[in-house]
């Protein structure tokens, strides 16, 4: 089965850049999405189609995807940021996460 | 306001069954997919089940394949999860979340969840 692979914690100072990054075999040639979950909420996706963001979200969330790896950055890092982040792709009609990374901002 | 509201969670044994709804408000229910992703205690999100808008494909994780079963009811805006022979590790909060489907498809709103126990 496809495996997500993401780095348990990133950690950044206020207002530097956090790069996020998920890596999948041939992961560029799919689409990857990514959800952030805030402690005891639910899921709230923050981009999709590689680099589209939905509304509502920040332009300080930015994404790619080439290769065997998609990359979530964040810009100017906020506290409000501070979450877990999950990528997620489609393959063989399954949809599969990556384990989620904890961004920590301090 | 479109909103996703799960229940039917709650105790129950190995080997036990149980069936979780979700029901939709403020959106077309019969015209999107849903999928189910669950939430172990401090683990990540796992996806189990999807569901297209007319219930004619259907597709589970294999962690769920031969013991869950996804339906849906369009006349009542509600989508099920019937879950049987449980296990210990099927213990988690389960979200039900609509698809948003485009050039490609990611999950948007995700509903507040509903958790379920599986212990002795």
């Known amino acids: 089965s496809y495996e997500l692979t993401q780095p348990p914690s990133v950690s950044v100072s206020p207002g530097q850049t956090a790069s996020i990054i998920c890596s999948g075999d041939?992961?560029?040639?799919?689409?990857v999405c990514w959800y952030q979950q805030k402690a005891g909420q639910s899921p709230v996706v923050v981009m999709y189609?590689?680099?589209k963001r939905p509304s509502g979200i920040p332009e300080r969330f930015s994404g790619s995807n080439s290769g065997n790896t998609a990359t979530l950055t964040i810009s100017g890092t906020q506290t409000i940021d501070e979450a877990d982040y999950y990528c997620?792709?489609?393959?063989?009609?399954?949809?599969?996460f990556g384990g989620g990374t904890k961004l920590t901002v301090l | 306001e479109v909103q996703l509201l799960e229940s039917g969670g709650g105790l129950v044994q190995p080997g036990g069954s149980l069936t979780l709804s979700c029901a939709a408000s403020?959106?077309?229910?019969?015209?999107?997919?849903m999928s189910w992703v669950r939430q172990a205690p401090g683990k990540g999100l796992e996806w189990v089940s999807g569901?297209?808008?007319?219930?004619?494909?259907?597709y589970y994780a294999d962690s769920a394949k031969g013991r869950f079963t996804i339906s849906r009811d369009n006349s009542k805006n509600t989508l099920y999860l019937q879950m049987n022979s449980l296990r210990a590790e099927d213990t988690a909060l389960y979200y039900c979340?609509?698809?948003?489907?485009?050039?490609?498809?990611?999950?948007?709103?995700w509903g507040q969840g509903t958790r379920v126990t599986v212990s002795s």
């Open positions: 979340a609509r698809h948003i489907v485009g050039v490609t498809t990611y999950f948007h709103p």
């Open positions: 997620q792709a489609w393959d063989s009609s399954t949809w599969v």
């Open positions: 041939r992961l560029g040639d799919k689409y």
């Open positions: 189609q590689n680099n």
């Open positions: 569901i297209n808008y007319s219930g004619g494909n259907i």
């Open positions: 403020g959106f077309t229910f019969s015209t999107y997919a």
